[in-house]
């Protein structure tokens, strides 16, 4: 895109906001599980390991690197649930993608409104192989701001078309209805969370709290539910009660990242799961039965996020909607780094 060395292009939030609409939200997130589905369906030539991590009381902070061998791709990511007592997200993130022929960068953007795409992507993905066929109505709780997103996912990939929303705080709930409501969805605005999963064929979780939660209790999952768990994201995290995951056939991203964080961190490293990838490429059977209970234990891995960065490398051509940085040192003679400083400086006094 940039044919200067020095230069690499920059999505800023303002540009990436102008992408996505520009593109349409459902035909962005359809276009984005095609790249993941892709990725998956050669998960085994990536490089992989669990996400590196920075835990504090407060939050957290991770590097989740990944390279295809072609592509190197990291994100930078946070999880700050008391945040939104400052007014700052819970979530923010920025990504690099590079040639590791060179190791030259050829993308930086922000990743915040690119991962909240990425994730509800990824849950419509295994949804595709997972939910019930036929299924039209879907739970939502914690209508943060995960939840408009894998509402506008589902609704594109699986044709929902009818959402019941339930978070603690009603005003979240009200929100999410609100920005939804131009999309075509029948909405309820529940009281409970027992009265949101009633009548629902897939039951999202996407809560934020830093803590072993019991959002989901055995009592309130019947047979042929799938539950689409996302808010589990990192150790002493969960939101599912461990009956609940005992029930349920669990398909996973990587399995070592998700015993760690995921809600299978609840039970015994001898409990049999599924590799989403495996279903993908049909080494595995994904939904068997119409009344089976099917868990995505989603934690987020980085090889989604190499897709996301790949999708929008792919997606910017000839749209003009990135910065252009003056990120690398690109001296004349690539040895003379010292002597490309000693120039500066004499164009400096020369201009002076």
């Known amino acids: 895109m940039i044919p200067n060395l020095n230069i690499v292009p920059f999505v800023s939030v303002d540009n990436m906001m102008k992408l996505v609409m520009r593109t349409g939200v459902e035909r962005f997130l359809t276009e984005l599980v095609g790249y993941i589905e892709e990725d998956f369906r050669r998960w085994e030539l990536f490089d992989k390991t669990p996400r590196v991590g920075a835990h504090s009381e407060a939050g957290v902070i991770e590097l989740m690197p990944t390279s295809d061998g072609t592509l190197y791709g990291f994100k930078y990511v946070n999880g700050h649930p008391y945040n939104t007592r400052t007014g700052r997200q819970t979530v923010t993130a920025f990504g690099v993608l590079a040639d590791t022929a060179s190791g030259y960068p050829t993308l930086i ?16 993905m295994a949804a595709k192989y997972l939910a019930p066929k036929g299924a039209d109505t879907m739970a939502v709780i914690g209508n943060g701001a995960q939840s408009e997103f894998q509402a506008m996912a589902f609704k594109a990939v699986l044709g929902i078309n009818k959402l019941r929303l ?37 039951i999202t979780t996407v809560t934020a709290d830093k803590k072993n939660a019991t959002i989901l ?32 056939e669990i398909f996973v991203e990587y399995p070592p990242q998700t015993w760690i964080e995921g809600e299978i961190q609840q039970l015994d490293k001898s409990h049999p799961i599924n590799e989403l990838w495996k279903v993908i490429t049909g080494q595995a059977e994904g939904r068997r039965d119409a009344g089976q209970i099917t868990l995505f234990d989603s934690v987020g891995f980085a090889i989604e996020d190499f897709s996301a960065l790949r999708y929008l490398r792919d997606r910017l051509a000839g749209t003009g909607l990135f910065e252009e940085l003056d990120l690398l040192a690109d001296p004349d003679e690539p040895r003379d780094l010292f002597g490309m400083l000693l120039r500066s400086v004499a164009v400096q006094n020369k201009v002076a």
């Open 109 to 124: 953007t922000e990743m915040t409104i690119l991962t909240a795409l990425r994730t509800a992507a990824t849950s419509a």
């Open 166 to 202: 339930y978070d603690l705080d009603a005003n979240a709930t009200t929100k999410c209805a609100r920005n939804l409501a131009a999309y075509g969805f029948e909405i309820v605005e529940c009281a409970t969370p027992e009265e949101a999963v009633s009548g629902a064929h897939i």
């Open 217 to 248: 209790t055995d009592n309130m999952v019947g047979s042929g539910v799938h539950i689409n768990a996302v808010g589990g994201d990192c150790p002493g995290k969960t939101e599912l009660h461990r009956d609940v995951v005992l029930r349920s």
